[in-house]
């Protein structure tokens, strides 16, 4: 089955500094996409950046980007420059075809 | 782990039919429980908050009367998409916090693929 792991229940960063932000997935499946969604309080959920699993290359976002590594099944988040308007939940999530799964969320705190 | 289950995980279904989605809290009780649906591009629209014992709260834009939200238990919440049309077709996906404060982890389904023909 598949599942997502993000092993930082909580992060902290000093605005204007770099965090990074861990999740790891595993699938046996080969077609699927990987996402950060910023959850504010308004409870939305805010697509961040995504990734296409057969693309080697990383996608990037203005200040976010990801490490993607697909044969360690990793998909980490690393917001640049961080701003106050970042602090957030932040889940990971995988999806196939017919499947969609979240990971249990990372709570980022920025300090002024 | 508190676990959220959502049945169906897939359905198709004709055009002017209804379709009910069930998320259940499997090992813990949730009071309240959030309704998402994923439109193209990937993004995720809360579209209601459903509470054990009275009415959803809906986002703005959301038909009530078209999505039908009902929170009977505090272990199940369901999503009755009535006289559906293919433009409901879409991955809809519920969570639930564990307890009532805003700070506790949200815990979500695998997701129900609808297709609308």
């Known amino acids: 089955a598949q599942t997502v792991t993000q092993s930082q229940p909580e992060m902290s960063v000093q605005e204007a500094e770099t965090v990074t932000l861990s999740c790891t997935y595993d699938?046996?499946?080969?077609?699927?996409?990987l996402f950060w969604y910023k959850q504010p309080p308004s409870r939305q959920m805010i697509l961040v950046i995504r990734q296409e699993a057969y693309k080697q290359q990383n996608a990037t976002e203005n200040r976010f980007s990801v490490n993607f590594q697909k044969a360690a099944k990793s998909f980490s988040l690393k917001i640049s420059d961080s701003q106050l308007g970042d602090a957030a939940m932040y889940f990971c999530a995988y999806r196939s075809a017919n499947d969609m799964r979240f990971g249990a969320g990372t709570r980022l705190t920025v300090k002024p | 782990g508190a676990v959220v289950s959502q049945h169906p995980s897939w359905v198709i279904c004709k055009s002017g039919t209804s379709v009910k989605i069930e998320c259940r809290s499997l090992?813990?009780?949730?009071?309240?429980m959030f309704w998402y649906r994923q439109f193209p591009k990937q993004s995720l629209m809360l579209m209601a908050t459903?509470?054990?014992?009275?009415?959803?709260?809906?986002e703005q834009g959301v038909e009530k009367d078209k999505f039908l939200i009902n929170h009977a238990s505090l272990t199940l919440s369901t999503l009755t998409v009535t006289s559906a049309h293919p433009e409901d077709s879409s991955f809809y996906i519920c969570?639930?916090?564990?307890?009532?404060?805003?700070?506790?982890?949200?815990?979500f389904g695998n997701g129900t693929r609808l297709t609308v023909t």
């Open positions: 459903s509470n054990e014992g009275s009415k959803a709260t809906y």
């Open positions: 090992d813990f009780q949730a009071t309240t």
């Open positions: 969570s639930a916090r564990k307890d009532g404060s805003n700070n506790s982890p949200l815990h």
């Open positions: 699938t046996s499946e080969s077609d699927y996409y």
